[in-house]
């Protein structure tokens, strides 16, 4: 019993200080021949110093032909494991976990939200890079993206904000995303909008006098054609009953109190079509 206690804590010490012991970051040779995959694996955690952990099932019945030679253990792991359907990922700088490669597509959800207050995000952008798939968070900033290829890349939009790349881990059967978007202020070039004041009405000879300048009748806004009567209404004072009416009202005075002369001819009625439409050509 004694020499069973002892070997026991032999053997724990020794693994206490393998442990410890620094990675060791390139070997000088291996060399395997027909080896059992599992135990080229074991041999390889020992000489690099790094844990190396993975399902039993995984490695069996699988062996390796390879020769290691002055390389990091990410290098000798990838011969090791060339033309098998096993991937590796480095969790620590001394824990290397190996995984199954998954082929078939997954299902990616998640949530955009906002870097700096941590509210979620609406209806922001998601595209599967390198093609013309995509989708967009709903009103509570949640996404989801069905059939995802493997170790693919999404790009992450929001008007404001920069944009976000995130890659896709393929261990991962149905992934659960949450991307921190930044806010990002948008700067532009100046624009400069310049254009010349064009005079429609110019002031006359005569005192209280306005002159229309019928050239600039396109330029006004107008309902069923060009209308004299009713480009009045753009000077101050002048307003009509409704909008469908050419009659006119100045300064608050009553449209019988207007006096209206067509080339000296006094005009008594400026409608027609119960004051729809105007009885002065305009042309």
């Given at each position: ?56 099932d995984l490695l069996k019945d699988k062996r390796v032909n390879c020769e290691i030679r002055d390389m990091s253990v990410e290098q000798a792991l990838n011969i090791m494991l060339k033309n098998t359907d096993i991937a590796f990922r480095e969790e620590s700088s001394t824990q ?188």
């Amino acid at each position: 019993m004694k020499h069973i206690l002892f070997f026991i804590i032999g053997l724990s010490f020794t693994t206490h200080l393998i442990a410890q012991f620094p990675r060791q970051e390139q070997v000088n040779s291996i060399k395997m021949h027909d080896t059992d995959l599992k135990t080229a694996i074991e041999k390889l955690g020992q000489l690099y110093q790094v844990d190396i952990l993975y399902s039993d099932d995984l490695l069996k019945d699988k062996r390796v032909n390879c020769e290691i030679r002055d390389m990091s253990v990410e290098q000798a792991l990838n011969i090791m494991l060339k033309n098998t359907d096993i991937a590796f990922r480095e969790e620590s700088s001394t824990q290397i976990i190996l995984y199954p490669k998954r082929n078939q597509n997954i299902d990616v959800y998640g949530w955009i939200i906002d870097a700096s207050s941590g509210e979620t995000l609406p209806y922001a952008n998601i595209i599967l890079e390198g093609s013309s798939r995509g989708t967009s968070s709903n009103s509570e900033g949640r996404f989801a993206l069905l059939d995802v290829p493997p170790s693919s890349t999404l790009m992450a939009d929001y008007i404001g904000y920069k944009s976000s790349q995130i890659y896709i881990d393929n261990t991962d059967l149905s992934p659960v995303l949450y991307v921190t978007l930044t806010p990002q202020n948008l700067e532009s070039d100046p624009v400069i909008v310049q254009d010349e004041n064009q005079d429609i009405f110019s002031i006359g000879k005569n005192s209280g006098q306005m002159s229309l300048n019928s050239r600039q009748f396109d330029q006004l806004p107008v309902i069923a054609g060009r209308d004299m009567i009713r480009a009045l209404t753009y000077l101050p004072g002048v307003d009509q009953r409704s909008n469908s009416s050419t009659v006119l009202n100045i300064r608050g005075g009553l449209p019988s109190e207007n006096l209206v002369t067509l080339d000296g001819i006094t005009l008594y009625h400026t409608d027609h079509a119960f004051g729809i439409l105007s009885a002065v050509p305009t042309s």
